[in-house]
């Protein structure tokens, strides 16, 4: 099976995964239950889940407030060219840094977004001139910063939406 290749899943395979997305802690016994299923059933399913690759890994969300890093910042890179070498040479770059905990290659204007934990705007500006300033290859880096977290899903509702 090819990387991209679309899985066939069906209701039970999507509620599961909606419970899941939910709390990845749930145990069995209550994931049968919301699903009717049994435990066994649903943990038989869940390895499935998790060997076909749907279910790629189990996470914490961190309290990035809580933690100290109360600022966060969507940057956005444009690259002076976007020649293969370039690209990998930032991307290499890129995963060194250590305020960093997204980096994704963009369509349009901007070449990459990343987004950064700092705990203050001041620990921002040392971050920008230490780590951020000295990619290769940057053009141009334009900030924004999160004012307000209006919501963070682990997936759209659509994917659970209308599946026959």
């Known amino acids: 099976m090819t990387e991209k290749e679309h899985l066939i ?3 039970t395979d999507y509620r599961l995964l909606q419970e899941i ?11 049968g239950e919301r699903v009717h299923l049994s435990s066994t059933a649903a943990a038989r ?10 279910i790629a890994n189990y996470t914490a969300n961190l309290d990035m407030e809580r933690l100290g890093y109360g600022v966060t910042a969507l940057v956005s890179f444009e690259l002076q060219s976007q020649a293969e070498d370039i690209l990998n040479a930032f991307e290499e770059a890129a995963l060194r840094c250590p305020s960093m905990s997204f980096c994704s290659f963009v369509s349009g204007d901007t070449d990459f977004i990343m987004m950064i934990h700092v705990r203050s705007f001041k620990d921002y500006d040392r971050v920008y001139r230490r780590e951020l300033s000295k990619l290769p290859h ?9 004012m ?6 682990n997936a759209p509702p659509v994917v659970f939406a209308n599946q026959d």
Not at 21 to 31: C, E, F, K, Y
Not at 45 to 54: M, N, S, T
Not at 138 to 143: E, G, L, Y
Not at 148 to 153: L, P
């Open 9 to 11: 899943l069906d209701m």
């Open 21 to 31: 997305t939910a709390d990845g802690r749930i145990s069995d016994v209550l994931l």
């Open 45 to 54: 399913r869940r390895k499935i889940l998790e060997e076909r690759g749907v």
């Open 138 to 146: 940057v053009a141009k880096i334009r900030s924004s910063f999160i």
């Open 148 to 153: 307000r977290q209006v919501v963070r899903r």
